[in-house]
């Protein structure tokens, strides 16, 4: 294994290309990095739509993007999408590389860079097949610092380089700009700072997210016993899930679809309270400082529940019995429904426990 040099490194890429959960928590990496070595030039590889969070809250300097839709698409727009990728990507002379993604196509990005350093898995997250080769000369642990939480997957490259952990949780505060924005749209929905709950019920696949009607009976039970309001939050291509909410449960401000990740942190932030599926917006609102209810299915909470706030993190018991037959995979948490198996009063008690944990002075709280 390569030696690594005591000089500081000038300009490190980190590859991170999955989702808003696992930026936020790759957060954290890069900010022991920039502890560790003052002026680094710190970019990532991400998709474009989170290029401008990841660059306006300080997590990388720069951002390379690439756009998921062609990278699922035809061979052709693929390999065009790669070019691209590659070709700005070659520009920056990295001398580190760190390889967060862990998949054939990061594998062969990395090889391509050719950094005097750089770091990947060992063993990789899925076995290499006969025909792949590991362009990585220096090897992180699968999970670093004797922890278990996905969040130490992705600082454990910390470890070979010999930086010490400094930052152990995410903590992303919104923009001066967006907090004035989030605070427009409450004042529009006659809402307050703390006065309100922040609920997402979406997910991309249709097996993780929780019933809506059970979503409705917890707001319509909270927002009886304390006076709360609730917030519907979540992208564009979650709007149906909302409207199911909103024809089942007393009045609710949805915001559904309506907000930039920018200021959808300023709405988490501002929230008493998050509640929702186990997503990108769960890992947000922990990382805005915002108390967490999460609800799993098959993912455990052990490895990607929220982290650095009060939290509790709500799964059925395992091994699961099946409730969604043919449209279940029970071997893929990202295809598995058994987050329906959770029933609403364990929920609410969470809730309950939560605002009780957390207790702050209400003045419309009964």
Same mark, same amino acid.
């Given at each position: 294994?390569?030696?690594?040099?005591?000089?500081?490194?000038?300009?490190?890429?980190?590859?991170?290309?999955?989702?808003?959960?696992?930026?936020?928590?790759?957060?954290?990496?890069?900010?022991?990095?920039?502890?560790?070595?003052?002026?680094?030039?710190?970019?990532?590889?991400?998709?474009?739509?989170?290029?401008?969070?990841?660059?306006?809250?300080?997590?990388?300097?720069?951002?390379?993007?690439?756009?998921?839709?062609?990278?699922?698409?035809?061979?052709?727009?693929?390999?065009?999408?790669?070019?691209?990728?590659?070709?700005?990507?070659?520009?920056?002379?990295?001398?580190?590389?760190?390889?967060?993604?862990?998949?054939?196509?990061?594998?062969?990005?990395?090889?391509?860079?050719?950094?005097?350093?750089?770091?990947?898995?060992?063993?990789?997250?899925?076995?290499?097949?006969?025909?792949?080769?590991?362009?990585?000369?220096?090897?992180?642990?699968?999970?670093?610092?004797?922890?278990?939480?996905?969040?130490?997957?992705? *600082?454990?490259? @910390?470890?070979?380089?010999? &930086?010490?952990?400094? $930052?152990? +949780? =995410? #903590?992303?505060?919104?923009? %001066?700009?967006?907090?004035?924005?989030?605070?427009?749209?409450?004042?529009?929905?006659?809402?307050?700072?703390?006065?309100?709950?922040?609920?997402?019920?979406?997910?991309?696949?249709?097996?993780?997210?929780?019933?809506?009607?059970?979503?409705?009976?917890?707001?319509?039970?909270?927002?009886?016993?304390?006076?709360?309001?609730?917030?519907?939050?979540?992208?564009?291509?979650?709007?149906?899930?909302?409207?199911?909410?909103?024809?089942?449960?007393?009045?609710?401000?949805?915001?559904?679809?309506?907000?930039?990740?920018?200021?959808?942190?300023?709405?988490?932030?501002?929230?008493?309270?998050?509640?929702?599926?186990?997503?990108?917006?769960?890992?947000?609102?922990?990382?805005?400082?915002?108390?967490?209810?999460? *609800?799993?299915? @098959?993912?455990?909470?052990? &490895?990607?529940?929220? $982290?650095? +706030? =009060? #939290?509790?993190?709500?799964? %059925?018991?395992?091994?699961?019995?099946?409730?969604?037959?043919?449209?279940?995979?029970?071997?893929?948490?990202?295809?598995?429904?058994?987050?329906?198996?959770?029933?609403?009063?364990?929920?609410?008690?969470?809730?309950?426990?939560?605002?009780?944990?957390?207790?702050?002075?209400?003045?419309?709280?009964?």
């Amino acid at each position: 294994m390569l030696q690594i040099s005591p000089r500081p490194f000038r300009s490190i890429l980190i590859i991170q290309t999955k989702f808003i959960g696992d930026v936020v928590l790759s957060s954290t990496l890069a900010k022991n990095l920039q502890l560790e070595y003052p002026g680094v030039r710190i970019v990532f590889l991400c998709e474009a739509r989170l290029a401008s969070f990841v660059t306006a809250h300080g997590i990388a300097s720069e951002v390379v993007t690439f756009r998921r839709a062609a990278m699922r698409g035809t061979p052709l727009e693929r390999g065009r999408e790669l070019y691209s990728m590659i070709s700005q990507l070659r520009q920056f002379r990295f001398d580190l590389t760190i390889d967060l993604t862990d998949s054939k196509t990061s594998r062969l990005i990395v090889r391509f860079l050719n950094a005097s350093t750089r770091i990947g898995y060992n063993p990789p997250e899925r076995p290499l097949r006969w025909h792949e080769r590991q362009p990585a000369n220096v090897f992180a642990e699968p999970f670093g610092f004797g922890e278990r939480h996905y969040l130490y997957r992705y *600082l454990s490259p @910390l470890e070979p380089l010999g &930086v010490g952990l400094r $930052v152990r +949780v =995410p #903590s992303i505060r919104p923009l %001066p700009m967006e907090t004035a924005r989030a605070q427009a749209l409450l004042d529009k929905h006659h809402l307050r700072p703390n006065g309100f709950v922040a609920v997402h019920a979406g997910a991309s696949f249709h097996g993780r997210r929780w019933q809506h009607e059970r979503f409705a009976a917890v707001i319509d039970t909270i927002s009886r016993e304390t006076g709360l309001d609730f917030v519907l939050v979540g992208g564009p291509d979650e709007r149906k899930p909302a409207e199911q909410i909103l024809a089942s449960a007393a009045s609710i401000v949805n915001l559904v679809g309506a907000l930039s990740l920018e200021t959808l942190l300023a709405v988490l932030q501002q929230a008493r309270l998050f509640v929702g599926n186990e997503s990108g917006p769960m890992h947000m609102a922990a990382a805005a400082g915002t108390p967490v209810v999460g *609800l799993f299915g @098959l993912t455990s909470p052990a &490895v990607w529940g929220p $982290v650095g +706030v =009060p #939290s509790l993190a709500l799964q %059925p018991s395992m091994p699961c019995n099946c409730v969604a037959g043919s449209l279940c995979n029970p071997l893929d948490p990202s295809k598995a429904c058994c987050v329906w198996r959770l029933e609403v009063g364990p929920v609410v008690a969470a809730v309950r426990e939560v605002l009780s944990r957390t207790h702050v002075e209400l003045e419309h709280a009964v």
